[in-house]
């Protein structure tokens, strides 16, 4: 049974960076791609980075773009999501996915972890 496991949220002030960790055990990791969403307070969850097998293929939200970055390490099991120069907006629940397919819609992504909360206050 695939299960993510999320880590590294928290609170962090205006500006500063943040890098979120996802775990997957019970498959290969390598068999899947990979996303983080986020949902903020009142909002529907939504999609911000997703990255192929072999991390050659990435894509971003327009909202991310030039502020995080999305990796992983097949080695490790895991991919991170290294936020910077994080804004009041971006405080949310970040969900990372294991998929079949990369993509932006929530609905190509299998497995879901129970995620971690961001906020970004001053």
């Known amino acids: 049974q695939v299960q993510l496991s999320e880590s590294g949220g928290g609170l962090v002030q205006p500006g500063g960076s943040l890098r979120l960790s996802c775990v997957l055990s019970?498959?290969?990791?390598?068999?899947?791609?990979m996303g983080w969403f986020r949902q903020a307070p009142g909002k529907e969850r939504v999609f911000v980075a997703a990255?192929?097998?072999?991390?050659?293929?990435?894509r971003y939200a327009d909202s991310v773009k030039g502020r995080f970055i999305i990796s992983r390490d097949n080695a490790k099991n895991t991919m991170y999501l290294q936020m910077n120069s994080l804004k009041p907006e971006d405080t949310a629940i970040y969900y990372c996915?294991?998929?079949?397919?990369?993509?932006?819609?929530?609905?190509?992504?299998?497995?879901w972890g129970q995620g971690t909360q961001v906020t970004v206050s001053s």
């Open positions: 990255n192929s097998r072999g991390g050659g293929d990435i």
């Open positions: 019970g498959r290969t990791f390598i068999t899947f791609y």
């Open positions: 996915a294991a998929g079949a397919v990369v993509g932006e819609r929530e609905g190509l992504y299998n497995y």
